[in-house]
Nanobody
């Protein structure tokens, strides 16, 4: 049974930092493209950051580039999103996703963790 469990969300002031973690069981994170998505109130879920399977190439949405860093710990089977310089527009529920595609596709989601950036 595959499980992705996010942690690390919370309330932080603008300019602050948070570190989100996604602990995976039932799959090996280095075999999947691992991503963080977020969904803000009234908006569709959007991709924030992705780290590719194998070589670990990273990509970020423009609004977080230079502030957020996605990384993977193969030994711990976890994926982390370090978020610095947080802005109120970063507020939302952050979801971990594991995606694998070949002749068929496997995609798994965590339950999400809330991030609130506010004074």
């Amino acid at each position: 049974q595959v499980q992705l469990v996010e942690s690390g969300g919370g309330l932080v002031q603008p300019g602050g930092s948070l570190r989100l973690s996604c602990a995976a069981s039932g799959l090996t994170v280095s075999w999947y493209d691992m991503s963080w998505y977020r969904q803000s109130a009234g908006k569709e879920r959007e991709l924030v950051a992705r780290i590719s399977k194998g070589g670990g190439n990273t990509e970020y949405t423009d609004s977080v580039n230079g502030r957020f860093t996605i990384s993977r710990d193969n030994a711990e089977n976890t994926v982390t999103l370090q978020m610095n310089g947080l802005k109120p527009e970063d507020t939302g529920v952050y979801y971990c996703n594991a995606d694998w595609q070949d002749s068929y596709r496997l995609s798994y989601w965590g339950q999400g963790t809330q991030v609130i950036v506010s004074t």
